[in-house]
């Protein structure tokens, strides 16, 4: 957590060049994929410098959190610009200060593969979305073609060590595992690149 907290501190101010050229090449509409299907009260988990925010309709009522207080800092003041009413904060998407079952949408880009324990941030996004609620998510995964998950596991721990992100997780094996409905799956950039859309079971009892 210290490290992933320290890394963004320094790379705050430099985020949105950086990630500018990565999305182009990789991401594609993703955002707009992701967010477009966002309704009512939607929680951002790992929300960074806010580059989400103009893509949510404007029905949608965000909030988002945060690690990193300077990210923060950031996409609030992309907020005021693009003169939305947001609330963002700085929280741990691992545990989350947020009562069960009060969110009809989670929302997650570039976020499960930076946050240091996902299968807990993909547990808490259960417990937080209200039965039928949706968890949307962007990503960069292991990929299921074998010789290019044998290049990810090389560059993984280099990429953990000095980025805090990781190459290898599989967000659509944890979501089932935590009892969502895989609705969409979208694999690109040979199955590097995916868009899930995912639903909590409308009878769950949790
Ligand atoms: C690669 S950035 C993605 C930011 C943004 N979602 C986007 O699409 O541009 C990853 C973000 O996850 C945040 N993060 C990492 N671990 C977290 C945690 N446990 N709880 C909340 N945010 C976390 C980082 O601070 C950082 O802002």
């Known amino acids: 957590m210290e490290r992933v907290r320290r890394y963004y501190d320094e790379i705050a101010d430099t985020y949105d060049t950086r990630v500018d050229y990565y999305e182009k090449a990789l991401a594609g509409d993703g955002r707009q994929w992701v967010c477009g299907q966002a309704t009512g009260n939607t929680l951002e988990l790992g929300v960074g410098t806010g580059r989400n925010l103009p893509y949510y309709p404007a029905e949608v009522r965000l909030v988002g959190i945060d690690l990193n207080p300077a ?3 950031i996409a609030k003041r992309r907020a005021a610009a693009l003169g939305r009413s947001v609330d963002l904060r700085v929280g741990d998407a691992q545990s989350l200060d947020l009562v069960d ?52 596991r090389l560059l993984d721990p280099v990429s953990v060590r000095l980025h805090a992100n990781h190459l290898l997780r ?25 868009r899930v859309s995912a639903r909590k079971p409308s009878l769950s009892t949790t």
Do not use: C, N, Y
Not at 170 to 194: H, N, T, Y
């Open 71 to 73: 990210m923060i800092e």
């Open 101 to 152: 079952a009060t969110f009809d949408s989670v929302v997650a880009t570039l976020a499960l593969s930076s946050i240091p324990d996902d299968r807990r941030a993909i547990a808490e996004a259960w417990r937080v979305l209200r039965p039928g609620g949706r968890f949307l998510i962007l990503d960069h995964v292991r990929s299921p073609l074998l010789p290019v998950q044998a290049i990810q």
């Open 170 to 194: 599989d967000p659509v094996g944890s979501l089932e595992r935590e009892g969502f409905g895989i609705e969409r799956l979208e694999r690109s950039k040979l199955g590097i690149i995916a």
